[in-house]
C-alpha cells in the first residue's frame, strides 16, 4: 500500500532523514520507533506531504505522490495526527469532526450525521459534542485527533504519538480503538514511545535513528536486535545485555 524508497530530508546541513526505506502492506498496523530527534515525524511529514523531500520516492496504492500537495494526498485516502492536537477551539466537538466530514459530504446535515457516527467509533459521548473543543481534556483531544483524521474516510492512517500524555487506562482505550481502526479497514502506521503499546499493536515494526532506518522485522525480532538496545540505551547497555543473554544461554 505505502512503499518509501531512499527518502532524504536534509534541513540545513542536517540530514533529518538519510536515505530511508520502507513499506507498509494493506490491512496491517506497522509501527516507525526510535529515541527522540531520530526523525520520525520528519519522515511523516514528508509522507503525508507536509515537507518536500530532497531526494527519494514515496509510493500510495502503486501511484507516485512525492511532491504532492497534503490535500490531494489527503483524497487519495492518507492522513496523519500530530503530536500537539490543535482542533478549532472555537467549534464544538462535533463540528471539528464535521470538517473532515466535508471532505466526502458536501451538505452540512450529511456532514454532521457522519461526524457523529465517526464520534461513536472512537468513543467520544454524545454529551459531549456540543461542548467546545477548547474544553477538551489531553484524552479528550486524543480521541478528537482520530475522529477529525478518520472523518476523511482515509484508506491509510499516520497516527503521531497519540497516546503521549495518557494514563494507563486511556492507553488500553486508545490501543482498543486502533484496533477497531484496523478491524474496520483502515491499515496504519504509527509512531509511538509507549513501547508496551507498540509490542501489543504491531506485526511489523520499523526503528529509525539518526534519520537511517536500522533494523526492521517482526516486535519479536526487535526487542532482541541488538542495534535497537544500542540506539535506545547506548553501546554500554547493548554489551551488558549481550552478556546476560550468553550466560543465561549458558545456564539453560
Request: include cysteine; charged fraction near 20%; hydrophobic fraction near 45%.
Amino acid at each position: 500500500m505505502l512503499k518509501v524508497s531512499n527518502l532524504t530530508k536534509i534541513f540545513g546541513g542536517l540530514r533529518a532523514v538519510d536515505d530511508a526505506s520502507l513499506t507498509v502492506d494493506e490491512g496491517r498496523i506497522v509501527a516507525l520507533i526510535g529515541p527522540n530527534g531520530a526523525g520520525k515525524t520528519t519522515l511523516f511529514a514528508c509522507i503525508a506531504g507536509f515537507h518536500s523531500v530532497n531526494e527519494g520516492k514515496v509510493e500510495f496504492q502503486g501511484h507516485d505522490i512525492t511532491g504532492r500537495a497534503v490535500h490531494e494526498i489527503s483524497r487519495l485516502g492518507m492522513v496523519r495526527t500530530f503530536q500537539i492536537t490543535q482542533p478549532f477551539a472555537k467549534l464544538t466537538v462535533l463540528e471539528n469532526i464535521a470538517v473532515g466530514s466535508h471532505q466526502h459530504h458536501a451538505r452540512r446535515s450529511d456532514a454532521l450525521a457522519h461526524a457523529r457516527v465517526i464520534a461513536q467509533r472512537v468513543g467520544i459521548p454524545s454529551a459531549m459534542l456540543d461542548q467546545p473543543a477548547a474544553e477538551l481534556t489531553v484524552a479528550g483531544r486524543k480521541r478528537l485527533e482520530l475522529a477529525r483524521t478518520l472523518a476523511t474516510e482515509p484508506k491509510l492512517l499516520l497516527l503521531d504519538e497519540v497516546m503521549a500524555g495518557l494514563n494507563p487506562q486511556e492507553i488500553l482505550d486508545i490501543i482498543a480503538i486502533i484496533r477497531q481502526i484496523r478491524d474496520g479497514g483502515v491499515t496504519i502506521l504509527l509512531i509511538e514511545h509507549v513501547m508496551h503499546a507498540v509490542m501489543s499493536l504491531s506485526e511489523h515494526i520499523h526503528v529509525l535513528s539518526y534519520g537511517k532506518i536500522i533494523a526492521q522485522g517482526a516486535p519479536s525480532e526487535i526487542v532482541s536486535n541488538r542495534d535497537v538496545v544500542e540506539a535506545y540505551l547506548g553501546r554500554g547497555a547493548a554489551d551488558h545485555m549481550a552478556a546476560v543473554q550468553v550466560q543465561g544461554a549458558h545456564h539453560a
